[in-house]
């Protein structure tokens, strides 16, 4: 079923009562955008979706984050009686962070009462310290949404940095911070690198602070901002001809080259077979719709994994290390 059709046969089901007779439902946060992606992926999953609203669902159990989830609540409550939600808030032993949906007056009331803690920026910092545990709520149609131990870190996985308006040749860097920051995937400090589609230069940048030699391919220059980096070492010319022989020294592999998802996962499977990298993140760049099947395709490869970045767009991060 089109994300279209189900949507208007939810909004048939506008009365929240009912999820008072299930034994558990949880919310997704879908990234702003890209709901429709969530939509498709829950109906691939078989997930029932009991409402839906334009910055929330909710739905049946899942078992992991979704791709396209930028947070996931888990086990969720859903309180009615104004006095009694505040009494409930109050006697949690973490803060709360408020999760606006609609600006409706229980809200405006509930947070009057209600401590609570507003949304920061990030500091890029590898690893990033913050540990911070919190419980997150909204309203919705008069009642109040809860959960205890949303899944993300950071609250609704709204990652946004501080950012270096400077430094960097592009934005494209936000991509690599979040992945090392947020994630953790970090590439130890005697690490060869070697970097495919990587001008004017974002990931270079941000790779060249941890490597021992970043080897970069693109069909252009790098932003001549970056000469001074003497450990990235630029190639000009086609990235799919790269002769496998001379970087076996390598241990990981970035890729966030423009080409169809299907030249990636070949390109994937050429390195993992011809060199000894056991570590890749690559964009899966999508022309179209998020194509699902190609996505399997890559999840097949043992130890790997897919993350929908907050700072990715339409395309998703494809991601295997070796631990
Ligand atoms: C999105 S940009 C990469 C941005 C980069 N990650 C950064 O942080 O600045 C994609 C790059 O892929 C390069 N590209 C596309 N096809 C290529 C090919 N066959 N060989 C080499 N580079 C290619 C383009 O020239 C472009 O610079």
């Known amino acids: 079923m089109d994300s279209s059709r189900q949507h208007k046969k939810l909004q048939l089901n506008s009365d929240l009562g009912f999820l008072n ?14 709901e429709k992606y969530l939509m498709m992926e829950l109906e691939r999953r078989n997930i029932k979706v009991y409402y839906q609203h334009s910055r929330l669902l909710i739905t049946a159990p899942v078992n992991e984050r979704p791709i396209w989830a930028q947070d996931w609540w888990p086990s969720c409550q859903i309180l009615s009686d104004f006095s009694e939600a505040i009494d409930f808030l109050k006697s949690q032993k973490n803060l ?16 009057n009462r209600i401590k609570n803690i507003p949304l920061k920026r ?15 709520y909204t309203t919705i149609q008069d ?32 991509k690599l911070w979040e992945l090392l920051s947020v994630y953790n995937i970090v590439p130890s400090s005697g ?5 495919i589609g990587a001008s004017p230069g974002g990931w270079s940048w941000v790779l060249s602070q941890f490597a021992a030699e970043v080897h970069t391919f693109d069909r252009a220059p790098l ?6 980096i003497k450990n990235i070492h630029h190639h000009i010319g086609d990235a799919f001809k790269i002769p496998f022989e001379q970087y076996q020294q390598c241990d990981w592999f970035f890729s966030d080259l423009i080409c169809t998802p299907e030249k990636l996962y070949e390109t994937i499977n050429l390195w993992m077979k011809h060199s000894r990298i056991q570590n890749y993140v690559c964009t899966i760049k999508f022309k179209g719709d998020c194509d699902f099947d190609i996505m399997n395709q890559f999840l097949q490869i043992p130890g790997s994994r897919i993350i929908h970045l907050y700072q990715n767009k339409n395309e998703v991060t494809w991601i295997r290390t070796a631990e």
Do not use: M
Not at 122 to 136: R, S
Not at 191 to 195: A, D, G
């Open 191 to 195: 690490s060869k690198i070697i970097e």
């Open 143 to 174: 009642q109040v949404l809860f959960c205890a131990q949303p899944f993300q870190r950071f609250p609704f996985g709204w990652h946004e940095f501080n950012e270096d308006k400077q430094t960097p040749p592009n934005r494209a860097y936000l």
């Open 122 to 136: 990030i500091d890029y910092k590898v690893p990033h310290p913050f540990n911070f545990k919190f419980y997150t």
């Open 96 to 111: 709360g962070i408020y999760y606006q949906t609609e600006s409706d007056n229980l809200s405006k009331r509930i947070q």
């Open 21 to 34: 007779q299930l034994d558990r439902f949880d919310i997704l946060i879908p990234f702003i955008h890209l």
């Open 223 to 228: 932003d001549p901002k970056l000469n001074p």
